[in-house]
């Protein structure tokens, strides 16, 4: 069989017939970080794979495998129910498997739940209702394209936003699997480039600045979120956080003892003066694991593929070791984030509080809020401009190859 490995690619030939869990035995694979599809169907550890099978494993964090399970839904009223059909992905911390229409609604059942019963929130409070505008933050990814289409499914007034971040092929192709989603679903999509509204791009930014292309990359893509928010009248943000990017953070910011971090790490963060809108995370609740799956289910291209610029991010490292506890205790990582937005997170309430920060006030370049005379986004660009050509639309700069 024709094994092909993602990020990075790369193709092995095994004899078959060999079960999923053989296949990964060889390849020294831990099934708790992958998904393997043949087919275009998720197939778990039981699954027979013949000689003539193509194959695709795709990397993810989280996850778990037995063997020739069947589908086991959980109803919303808490009851499980018996459909017995054959499972596509199964998951140890719920003790459940599912079929593919199961666990749609599962994944649907997890998202509407975070909406309607947001932690550290005041009761009946949602994260937002049908009245309000959504500007989904999408890259491309599993994550922020699944968020979507379920916010669609359900019914919300979603329109989606793509930041161009100048990072060669990688970028281009995360732009064109936005447009066609969007395009497939008749949803609105905004695009804005960072060379040409700010006159750089993620990688001469941080050449420039003597930052890291992630903390260029990041302050960049929150200031555009809020600023076109706010320009074209949302209500709020919607970000494609999930549970392991979450938990890593957490343990990040807990292994420093961050309190400023810490305050603000909620899935709800509501707008705290002029010129914001609120910023929500409804995938808290789901695994990396899951979303890929979701998008597996639901056929939704998206970019498997790492950011280029993403080696030495120390998140990913925080994730590998959230992974490996995860693999002897199915459960740990909710358990840890969960538990710390439930209980612990009452330790910074005051300084997390709802009310404006002390001097909070418009940036006097930009107009956004700020603590200072001049935003930090002001700021960075000022760095990079000085040091960098102002680019214009004719002449992008693309410091990667295409790939």
Same mark, same amino acid.
């Given at each position: 069989?024709?094994?092909?490995? +993602? ?39 039981? =699954? ?9 494993? /795709? ?24 459909? +017995? ?9 719920? +003790? ?14 997890? $998202? ?47 329109? !989606? ?9 990688? *970028? ?12 497939? /679903? !008749? ?5 804005? *480039? ?15 600045? !003597? ?8 302050? *960049? ?24 990017? #979450? ?7 807990? $292994? /420093? ?42 056929? $939704? ?42 209980? =612990?997170?009452?330790?910074? @309430? #005051? ?12 940036? #006097? ?7 200072? #005379? ?7 660009? @000022? ?8 680019? *214009?639309?004719? +002449? ?8």
């Amino acid at each position: 069989m024709r094994v092909r490995l +993602r990020n990075p690619d790369r193709v092995e030939t095994l004899a078959g017939p060999l079960t999923v869990a053989e296949v990964l035995e060889r390849l020294d694979l831990s099934p708790h970080t992958v998904l393997v599809i043949s087919g275009g169907q998720l197939v778990t550890a039981g =699954h027979t794979l013949e000689d003539a099978d193509e194959v695709e494993i /795709r990397p993810v964090i989280s996850g778990g495998a037995g063997a020739a399970p069947r589908c086991v839904w959980v109803d919303p009223g808490g009851d499980a129910r018996g459909c +017995r059909a054959p499972a596509v992905i199964e998951e140890p911390r719920h +003790r459940s498997a599912w079929c593919p229409e199961h666990f749609v609604e599962h994944v649907q059942q997890q $998202i509407r739940k975070t909406i309607d019963h947001p932690p550290a929130r005041p009761p009946h409070e949602r994260m937002f209702s049908y009245g309000d505008r959504l500007l989904v933050a999408v890259s491309g990814g599993k994550d922020s394209l699944a968020l979507w289409d379920v916010l669609l499914d359900l019914g919300y007034q979603a329109d !989606g936003l793509y930041i161009g971040l100048g990072i060669g092929g990688y *970028s281009k192709r995360s732009q064109v699997v936005c447009e066609e989603f969007a395009a497939a /679903r !008749g949803a609105q999509l905004h695009v804005v *480039s960072l060379a040409e509204t700010y006159g750089y791009t993620t990688p001469t930014g941080a050449q420039a600045s !003597g930052r890291s292309t992630c903390g260029v990359c990041g302050l *960049s893509k929150r200031y555009a979120f809020n600023k076109v928010a706010v320009d074209h009248g949302y209500d709020v943000v919607v970000t494609g956080h999930n549970l392991d990017d #979450e938990a890593a953070t957490l343990l990040g910011n807990v $292994i /420093r003892w961050q309190d400023p971090f810490l305050a603000r790490q909620r899935p709800v963060l509501p707008a705290t003066g002029a010129n914001q809108v609120r910023k929500v995370k409804p995938l808290y609740r789901l695994s990396e694991r899951e979303m890929a799956a979701y998008c597996v289910v639901r056929g $939704i291209d998206y970019v498997v593929e790492e950011c280029p610029l993403v080696d030495g991010n120390t998140g990913h490292e925080l994730k590998a070791t959230l992974d490996a506890l995860e693999a002897t205790s199915p459960g740990l990582k909710a358990q840890f984030l969960f538990g710390f937005l439930d209980k =612990h997170a009452t330790k910074w @309430d #005051e300084e997390a509080g709802d009310d404006p920060p002390a001097g909070l006030g418009a940036c #006097e370049t930009c107009g956004m809020p700020t603590t200072g #005379e001049v935003c930090a986004f002001c700021r960075q660009r @000022d760095r990079i401009l000085a040091a960098l050509p102002l680019l *214009s639309a004719d +002449r992008p700069q693309a410091d990667l190859p295409v790939t």
